[in-house]
């Protein structure tokens, strides 16, 4: 949906009389009274409580992947992973939401680190995960008893109330990041979680898991299997389809046909192929390949991304500020705040992924795009 709306119209301010000092105290006496019983009247609050607009608390901010690399080897030499702890996941805290680990109100953002040897024990919980991989390979993540590589560039799913376990059989750590909805849940009270097997159901290092050989060729769906699922039944998305699909797209942009997403811009979404929707009900995924220079179309939406790069540099803008992007790099987009990306010199591949679909489904979504950029 496309909105030209003005959206710089301001509440007008209540305004009452003023009190005298008889009436103040009465009104204090009266506030008071609701104080005491867990009450608050609405007239003092109506224009925090609904903006004109989105005005989220969440504050677009930058995450140093050389920062990130180097505290989770500090951790992995520092802190043992097992049981109780579950993972060494180092979680990214937006600092406009005051505390919790949430890089969004609805989204949890970390990285994750295993060092060789390291299992990271099973267990499953209804919050929905994805894993994507920057750089290196060397863990298996094992999804109900399915095995599946983790190599760079690999978007791996853990739907919710799969069990999953992950481990570490090379002689290099590796690290990798996380996206789940654990905010979401958390804040609408949603979650459930139980512990998994003490040992990894599944320690076999196939070339690819049996999800992969199922459902991951393209256009073809197994007979055997003909429901819809809320949920992708691919566990692991191997980047080999996702780069060629990228440099089809923009070798097809060379050759006059359409397809990219603007000029230069190419981008793919992670599907789920029972469905052609969303890997899952609460996080949209996705690939965005820019040509050196090209630039995204700036636009607002409801709802809050997370972008990391994964090759080659940009620049980010999103409401008034401005950041720059290398490898590893991890930068949010709060609702509401217009953002746009422009390639670096050696054009830039980025990983994203959003809550959009949660509000696609609730009839809440919404996208401006100005006019005349
Ligand atoms: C979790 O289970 C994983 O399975 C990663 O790799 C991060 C953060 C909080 C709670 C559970 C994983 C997590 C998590």
Request: negative net charge.
């Amino acid at each position: 949906m496309s909105e030209s709306t003005d959206y710089s119209n301001k509440h007008v301010e209540f305004v009452a009389p003023e009190p005298t000092p008889e009436e103040q105290a009465e009104l204090n006496d009266m506030y008071g009274k609701m104080d005491d019983l867990h009450m608050k009247p609405l007239w003092n609050q109506i224009g925090g409580l609904m903006p004109n607009e989105p005005d989220p608390r969440a504050v677009a901010h930058r995450w140093d992947w050389s920062e990130l690399i180097k505290l989770a080897r500090r951790s992995g030499e520092l802190v043992p992973v097992g049981r109780g702890g579950e993972r060494r996941a180092i979680g990214l805290a937006n600092p406009g939401l005051g505390g919790p680990t949430y890089i969004a109100p609805t989204l949890w953002a970390a990285i994750q680190y295993l060092a060789p040897g390291e299992n990271a024990p099973e267990h499953r919980h209804s919050q929905n995960a994805f894993r994507f991989v920057i750089e290196g390979e060397g863990v298996w993540t094992v999804v109900n008893g399915d095995a599946v590589p983790m190599k760079r560039g690999d978007f791996l799913l853990t739907p919710g109330w799969n069990f999953h376990g992950h481990h570490n059989i090379a002689t290099e750590p590796m690290a990798w990041l996380d996206g789940l909805d654990i905010p979401f849940a958390y804040q609408m009270d949603t979650g459930f979680f139980e512990y998994g097997s003490e040992t990894l159901t599944d320690e076999s290092t196939p070339d690819y898991s049996r999800s992969e050989r199922l459902w991951a060729h393209p256009g073809l769906r197994p007979v055997a299997f003909p429901g819809a699922t809320s949920s992708s039944t691919i566990g692991r998305y191997a980047w080999e389809h996702t780069d060629a699909a990228l440099n089809d797209q923009l070798a097809l942009e060379d050759a006059g046909f359409p397809g990219v997403v603007g000029p230069g811009h190419a981008a793919i979404r992670y599907t789920n192929p029972t469905t052609g929707g969303d890997v899952m009900s609460t996080i949209r995924a996705e690939f965005h390949r820019l040509r050196p220079g090209a630039s995204t179309t700036p636009v607002k939406e409801v709802g809050n991304r997370v972008f990391q790069v994964f090759e080659g540099s940009a620049t980010i803008k999103v409401g008034d500020e401005t950041f720059e992007m290398n490898h590893g790099d991890v930068v949010n987009v709060p609702s509401w705040k217009l953002w746009s990306i422009e390639a670096g010199t050696d054009g830039v591949d980025l990983f994203g992924f959003s809550d959009h679909p949660i509000f696609e489904k609730l009839n809440l979504a919404r996208t401006y795009t100005p006019e005349g950029i």
